[in-house]
C-alpha cells in the first residue's frame, strides 16, 4: 500500500466519525438519516463530513435542494473505502456492524443503478407518505386496497383515500410507479427507475 494511503487511512481512523461516515456511505445517505446513523444530535453540525467532501472522498448527490441533501462517495472516496474495510480485522468489522446497525460489511455496498438522485432524496425525504408507499410497490400490479393494507401494516398509520390516491398520482408523475385500471379498480406498480429506488430504500 502507497504511503500517502497509509497516512490517509490513519487520518480516517484517528477520529471515529470520520471513521463511521466513510463506512456508512457506502451507499448514499440523507444528512438526517446520517446523522441518525451516527447518534450524532439533530441539531449538531458533521465538520468530519465537511473534512471529507473538502478531501474530494465525499460528495453532495444533490447540491441544489435546501431539503433533503443527500450525500455519498466520490470514485476516490469508494477506493479509500475498499482499503480501509481490508484493513480491518474480522473482529472489528463484527464491532462495527453491530454499532452501526449493518447486517454485514461485504453486502453493504455502494449503489450504481441509480441515475437521478434529485428523484431519489424527494421520495426517501417523505419518510411517513411517499417512501413507505415506495416500499410497498413492487413489480406487480397492486390494487388501491391493496396498497392501503399494506401500508396500515406497515406504517401502522391509515391514509385516507383522497390522500393515498393523490400521493400515488404523484409517484407516477415522478416516473416510479405506473398506474392501469379498468371498470372496477385501479392499480398501481412500480417501475424499473422505481425497483431501483426501491432496492436502495430497503438496502
Not at 443527500?70 to 462495527?96: A, I, P, Q, W
Request: proline share 2%.
Amino acid at each position: 500500500m502507497e504511503p500517502w494511503l497509509l497516512r490517509l487511512l490513519g487520518w480516517i481512523k484517528s477520529n471515529h466519525h470520520r471513521f463511521e461516515i466513510m463506512v456508512c456511505l457506502a451507499r448514499p445517505m440523507l444528512y438526517c438519516e446520517l446523522m441518525d446513523m451516527l447518534r450524532v444530535k439533530r441539531n449538531n453540525r458533521l465538520k468530519e463530513l465537511k473534512e471529507l467532501c473538502e478531501r474530494k472522498m465525499v460528495e453532495c448527490l444533490t447540491p441544489f435542494e435546501r431539503k433533503g441533501r443527500l450525500y455519498g462517495l466520490t470514485s476516490f472516496g469508494r477506493r479509500v473505502r475498499r482499503n480501509l474495510v481490508d484493513s480491518l480485522t474480522t473482529d472489528e468489522k463484527s464491532e462495527l456492524e453491530q454499532r452501526l446497525g449493518i447486517r454485514s460489511m461485504e453486502q453493504y455496498q455502494h449503489t450504481r443503478d441509480i441515475k437521478d438522485w434529485d428523484l431519489y432524496a424527494i421520495i426517501a425525504v417523505s419518510r411517513k407518505q411517499m417512501k413507505p408507499l415506495m416500499e410497498i410497490l413492487s413489480e406487480h400490479e397492486k390494487s388501491i386496497r391493496q396498497i392501503d393494507y399494506e401500508y396500515r401494516q406497515k406504517t401502522g398509520k391509515h391514509l385516507s383515500s383522497g390522500t393515498l390516491n393523490a400521493f400515488l398520482r404523484k409517484l407516477a408523475r415522478l416516473g416510479v410507479a405506473s398506474r392501469t385500471e379498468n371498470r372496477r379498480n385501479v392499480f398501481y406498480r412500480a417501475t424499473q427507475k422505481g425497483m431501483a429506488i426501491k432496492k436502495h430504500l430497503l438496502a
